[in-house]
């Protein structure tokens, strides 16, 4: 294994906001990303001017990129990035932050993901998602990430011995802990015949393998410790990253992510196992990818899945917490949010501040993400393992 990366000291993160997400808005992503600020601002009392890097991810966006953000916004930062990479935003804002708050390049970084939905909003956004999509996928009549999806979760179900139970166990926990979240977008609980119902959208993936896409944004601040203590923010630290882009190019389809390939260095740097992680938080935009992350993070053998998911509680009580506000199965997927929602629920969680329901003593979490399908398979992988104040009851 090659030099394990300097260690995180010196970086807290802390200050999750989620601006509740709706199926379809009329607004921008801009307003989107303002409504996020803004709710910074009412917990902490931040003002632009206290703002000296700014991280942000979008799919809506478009035509603007971090710089016009800036300048909508009203900042002036003297750090700044753009972080195309959807699923995979989330972990890699807080990475690259964190660096530039250890080497002083800035002092408080705010990361920033924010998406619009307006009733066409999606078909566009496929339409003009890649030029892989567009030179090799749409003209023999593929309709986006479903249809890549559902040709990955046919090759895994069938190479693993994995049954469409063990997605719907997958769902259905997760539809449970979406309950006590008040931003959910689904509210009711999910019966197994109703997952296994569900009408096909691209066998054998399923609607409810499915993410609704909606508006909605989700931020966090990453800062040093003695400033979020000056402010008066609870904030936890980062034991160890990874990343990891396009990762085992010559597979002829996607059963494992970059995680496999950086699995044992995540977890030497984090000085802890998978074992002692008291929730996960993975990037699920269709069950498959979760199930997938469970083997390439080292939680069971490769080909075991199916038998790790039986025996495992994913609730919020449960064994192993997946997803605890419902993930974007059942909370909605609010675009790039979408790749930022589960560090700002895994935070929530070790603050102990939950939109729901509370996981009793957490105090370690995994986070997960995975993003861009450019074209047979998504790209970038990455994963943080984050660790909350030592004492909060
Ligand atoms: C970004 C990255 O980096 C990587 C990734 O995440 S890849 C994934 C990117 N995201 C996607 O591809 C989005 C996947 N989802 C979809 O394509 C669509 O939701 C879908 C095709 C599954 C359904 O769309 P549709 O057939 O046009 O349904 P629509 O007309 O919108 O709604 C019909 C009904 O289904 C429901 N519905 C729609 N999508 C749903 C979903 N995902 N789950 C549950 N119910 C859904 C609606 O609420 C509606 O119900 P009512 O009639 O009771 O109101």
Redesign the pocket.
């Known amino acids: 294994m090659s030099r394990l990366p300097q260690s995180y000291e010196g970086v807290a993160v802390c200050c999750p906001v989620t601006v509740p997400y709706v199926r379809f808005s009329p607004e921008s992503a801009h307003w989107w990303a303002g409504a996020a600020l803004q709710a910074l601002a009412a917990h902490t009392g931040l003002r632009p001017a206290g703002i000296d890097g700014f991280c942000f991810a979008s799919f809506s966006a478009v035509p603007d990129t971090v710089v016009g953000m800036v300048q909508h916004l009203g900042l002036c930062p003297r750090w700044m990035d753009h972080i195309p990479t959807?699923?995979a935003s989330g972990v890699m804002a807080l990475r690259r932050a964190a660096r530039a708050v250890q080497a002083g390049d800035a002092e408080l970084v705010v990361c920033l993901a924010a998406d619009t939905n307006h009733v066409d909003s999606?078909r566009q956004t496929l339409a003009g998602f890649s030029r892989f999509s567009q030179d090799a996928m749409y003209p023999y009549g593929f309709g986006?990430?479903?249809a890549t999806f559902a040709l990955m979760t046919d090759h895994f179900m069938r190479a693993y011995g994995v049954g469409r139970e063990s997605f719907a166990k997958i769902c259905m926990a997760q539809r449970a802990n979406a309950l006590s979240n008040p931003h959910a977008l689904m509210k009711r609980p999910l019966s197994f015949d109703e997952y296994m119902s569900s009408r096909a959208?691209c066998d054998p993936v399923h609607?409810?393998d499915?993410?609704?896409?909606c508006a909605g944004a989700e931020a966090f601040i990453v800062t040093t410790p003695e400033k979020a203590e000056a402010m008066g923010l609870k904030a936890v630290s980062i034991k160890a990253t990874i990343e990891r882009h396009n990762a085992f190019a010559s597979d002829p389809i996607q059963t494992r992510g970059g995680w496999a390939q950086d699995v044992d260095r995540l977890w030497a740097a984090a000085r802890c196992e998978p074992e002692d992680m008291d929730m996960i938080q993975f990037y699920d935009?269709y069950p498959v990818i979760v199930a997938m992350q469970m083997e390439d993070l080292g939680f069971c053998r490769k080909g075991e899945v199916a038998a790790f998911i039986e025996r495992h509680d994913f609730t919020i009580a449960g064994t192993l917490p997946l997803n605890t506000n419902g993930g974007q199965l059942s909370a909605g997927?609010a675009g790039a949010a979408?790749?930022f929602q589960n560090i700002t629920e895994a935070l929530r969680q070790l603050l102990h501040c939950p939109l729901g329901a509370q996981i009793p003593q957490a105090r370690r979490a995994l986070v997960s993400g995975f993003?861009?399908?450019n074209y047979d398979r998504?790209v970038c992988t990455g994963a943080v393992v984050l660790e909350g104040p030592v004492s909060h009851e």
């Not at 499915?210 to 896409?213: G, L, R």
């Open positions: 959807g699923g999606f986006g990430p479903n959208i609607l409810l499915c993410v609704m896409p935009d997927q979408g790749g993003g861009l399908v998504g």
